[in-house]
Structures are given as structure tokens and as C-alpha cells.
């Protein structure tokens, strides 16, 4: 059977306040130096434009019932004919996402700098809650969990009979490691804040292929079947107000 503990307000004091402040204050401190760190960087027209293509037919696909089957066919012709569409992306010409990252060496640069300043202060940040506040039972939550929450909240605690909702000082540091996104929205503001998750995600990805968002749209365009909605626009008008009115 689970026991229950009664923890020091010491622990409390000088164990889980402070590793929640230097977790909140790492987080700021790295955003800074990562915007200081980061080159500026002129947008690629030609990536812009195609961009705003594909924002443009995203649309016409969306809202096709709502113009006539003329006007309809002359802006599919517009954006998918095999000559000069817009969406039509000529075999040989699509583009690497990969090749083009390594062929810019600012990019390259600025997503190396991206890494170094998650991984640098995430190793001395675990090598420092590793030596001073292993072991420590830091916390409870105030609701009870299953066995299958032992190995996320207990790490560093090799005790069976402790109850699953006490959290470990070393799970403790995971979990404001991968949990302050909310507060960092706060602090920093949404299009700002970015946790961790997200960074690792990134560290893995080759940019922006336009030629594959380019190839789906005109795919998604080719297949639509056109059914213009205005006519239909009075019949359900007149079946609303029968509704209505009985």
C-alpha cells in the first residue's frame, strides 16, 4: 500500500520555488540571446509569391459555389493549365528542401545557433537539478493518478510504495522543461514563446517546399465539381422563412 508523506516546507523553500524560477528565467534568457544570436534574413520573393499562389487558389477551392461555372473555369484554367499555370511546377524544377538549407549557409548558421542555445543551457540546467536536488520528493498533485505515471512523475525516486502523485525534484524539472509554453505566451507573447517540444521538432526539419504545396492545391482544384450555390441561395431563403412562420 501507497504511503503518504508529509513534506518539509524547507523543500518547498529551497528545492521546488527555486528550480521553478530558474526553469522560468532560463526560458526568458534563452529567447533573448537566441533573438540576438539570429541574422536577419531578406525573404525570398520568388518563395513569397508562391506563397501568396497558393493562399489564392486555397481560396478559390474553398469558395468555388459561389461564382459561376464560367468564371469558375477560367480561374481553374488560370491556375492549373500545364502551359503557364500558376500552380504548374515543370518536372526538373522543383526544389530541394534539404539541398537548398545546406546551399544557404545563413540558414544553416541560424538553425545551428537555434540548437546550441536549447541544448547548451538544457545540459547545465540538468547537470545542476542532478547534483543538487536528486532525490528530493519536491511536490504532490492533488489528485490520484495511475501506476503508469510512477516512471514520469518518480524519476530519480526508486520507491514502490511511495504514491504515484508525489513528483520527484528531477520530474519536477521535465515537466516545467516541457510545460511553461502558457507562461511564456504570457510573458513573452504567443508568436514568441516557443517550448521545447516545438524546438526539437524544428531541429529535424529542411524548411519549405513550395512545390508540394503547389502540386496539392492544383490536384485539389482539378477535382472539384462545380456547383454554384446562388440559385440555390433563394429556395433555402424561402424554406427559412416557411420555418419561421409556423
Known amino acids: ?24 528565467l532560463i526560458g526568458v534568457l534563452r529567447y533573448f540571446v537566441s533573438k540576438l544570436m539570429r541574422s536577419h ?32 473555369r477560367s480561374r481553374k484554367t488560370y491556375f492549373t493549365n500545364e502551359e ?21 549557409p545563413n540558414l544553416a548558421m541560424d538553425m545551428m545557433k537555434k540548437n546550441l542555445s536549447m541544448i547548451i543551457p538544457q545540459t547545465l540546467t540538468f547537470a545542476w ?9 519536491a511536490a504532490k498533485i492533488p489528485f490520484p493518478l495511475t ?47 516557443m517550448d521545447d517540444t516545438q524546438r526539437m521538432m524544428q531541429m529535424s526539419g529542411f524548411g519549405f517546399d513550395p512545390s508540394k504545396s503547389l502540386g496539392a492545391e492544383k490536384d ?10 446562388l440559385p440555390k441561395l433563394e429556395k433555402r431563403a424561402e424554406d427559412a422563412l416557411k420555418k419561421l412562420l409556423k
Open 129 to 137: 537539478v542532478n547534483f543538487f536536488f536528486s532525490g528530493f520528493v
Open 147 to 193: 501506476q503508469r505515471f510512477r516512471g514520469m512523475l518518480q524519476n530519480g525516486i526508486d520507491l514502490s510504495t511511495v504514491d504515484v502523485s508525489y513528483v520527484s525534484s528531477r520530474s519536477w524539472y521535465f515537466l516545467n522543461l516541457f510545460g511553461l509554453r502558457g507562461l511564456f505566451s504570457l510573458i513573452l507573447g504567443e508568436e514568441n514563446a
Open 220 to 229: 485539389g482544384i482539378d477535382i472539384i465539381q462545380h456547383d454554384w450555390a
Open 84 to 104: 503557364n499555370g500558376l500552380l504548374h511546377v515543370p518536372k526538373g524544377q522543383a526544389q530541394n528542401a534539404q539541398a537548398q538549407m545546406f546551399s544557404d
Open 41 to 72: 534574413q531578406v525573404p525570398d520573393l520568388k518563395v513569397v509569391k508562391e506563397g501568396q499562389v497558393i493562399l489564392r487558389a486555397r481560396n478559390l477551392r474553398v469558395a468555388a459555389g459561389f461564382i459561376p461555372a464560367k468564371s469558375f
Open 1 to 24: 500500500m501507497a504511503e503518504d508523506l508529509v513534506l518539509d516546507t524547507a523543500i518547498r523553500d529551497w528545492v521546488l520555488v527555486p528550480l521553478s524560477v530558474v526553469m522560468v
